[in-house]
T-cell receptor
C-alpha cells in the first residue's frame, strides 16, 4: 500500500488568512483526491487533483477558495483561502496506486481550526 | 448521482456481542464497495472491500457481502471487542474512482 504524509498535521489559523496543506506519497500513483471532514461529519470530496492541469472540483467547491496543485505523480497541495470558522475541518488527501487500482489510501489528515 | 445510506448511530454494545451495521447504496453501473474505519484520533483505514456482486470482503473478523439484488453491503462481526470502538464508514467507488461515503456509524463497545 502507498504511504502518505501530510503537512501540517494540525494548525490554528486566524480568519481571513490562507493555509497550504501538502500531501506526499512514497510511490507513483494514478489519482489523487482531496476530501473534507467537518466536525462529527462524514467525508466530502472537494476535488480530484490532476497532474499538470487544473483540478476537477465537485459541486459547491471552487478554485478560488480551494486552489490545488499537482506538479508530479507523488505530490499535491491544497490551499484553503480567506479562511472563516466554517472552514474548520480535517482535510485529507487520498490516492489510488498504480498497482491496486480499486483501493484508495488516505493520508493522516490535517486538522484545521479557524478562529 | 451515487449515494450511500448508512445505519444511524451511535451504536453501543457489550463485549462479545454480535454487530451489524446496515449499508445500502444507489449507483449507476457496477461500483466497488468499501468499509473504512476511523479509530479515535487516527486517520481513515480501509477495513474491507468487495468489487463485484456476491463477493465477500473480510478482515479482522469483520465481513460484508456485496448484494446487488438488495444494493446492500452490511458490515457484520460475530463477537466485538473493546478495541473495535471506532467510527465505521460505508463507501462506494464508481468508474471515476471517487469515493462516496455514508454518514458514518459510531460504535462503542463496553467491557
Amino acid at each position: 500500500s502507498a504511504v502518505i504524509s501530510q503537512k501540517p498535521s494540525r494548525d490554528i489559523c486566524q480568519r481571513g488568512t490562507s493555509l497550504t496543506i501538502q500531501c506526499q506519497v512514497d510511490s507513483q500513483v494514478t489519482m489523487m483526491f482531496w476530501y473534507r471532514q467537518q466536525p462529527g461529519q462524514s467525508l466530502t470530496l472537494i476535488a480530484t487533483a490532476n497532474q499538470g492541469s487544473e483540478a476537477t472540483y465537485e459541486s459547491g467547491f471552487v478554485i478560488d477558495k480551494f486552489p490545488i496543485s499537482r506538479p508530479n505523480l507523488t505530490f499535491s497541495t491544497l490551499t484553503v483561502s480567506n479562511m472563516s470558522p466554517e472552514d474548520s475541518s480535517i482535510y485529507l488527501c487520498s490516492v489510488v496506486s498504480l498497482h491496486i487500482y480499486n483501493e484508495q489510501f488516505f493520508g493522516p489528515g490535517t486538522r484545521l481550526t479557524v478562529l | 448521482g451515487d449515494s450511500v445510506t448508512q445505519m444511524e448511530g451511535p451504536v453501543t454494545l457489550s463485549e462479545e456481542a454480535f454487530l451489524t451495521i446496515n449499508c445500502t447504496y444507489t449507483a449507476t453501473g457496477y461500483p466497488s464497495l468499501f468499509w473504512y474505519v476511523q479509530y479515535p484520533g487516527e486517520g481513515l483505514q480501509l477495513l474491507l472491500k468487495a468489487t463485484k456482486a456476491d463477493d465477500k470482503g473480510s478482515n479482522k473478523g469483520f465481513e460484508a457481502t456485496y448484494r446487488k439484488e438488495t444494493t446492500s453491503f452490511h458490515l457484520e462481526k460475530g463477537s466485538v471487542q473493546v478495541s473495535d470502538s471506532a467510527v465505521y464508514f460505508c463507501a462506494l467507488s464508481g468508474s471515476a474512482r471517487q469515493l462516496t461515503f455514508g454518514s458514518g456509524t459510531q460504535l462503542t463497545v463496553l467491557p
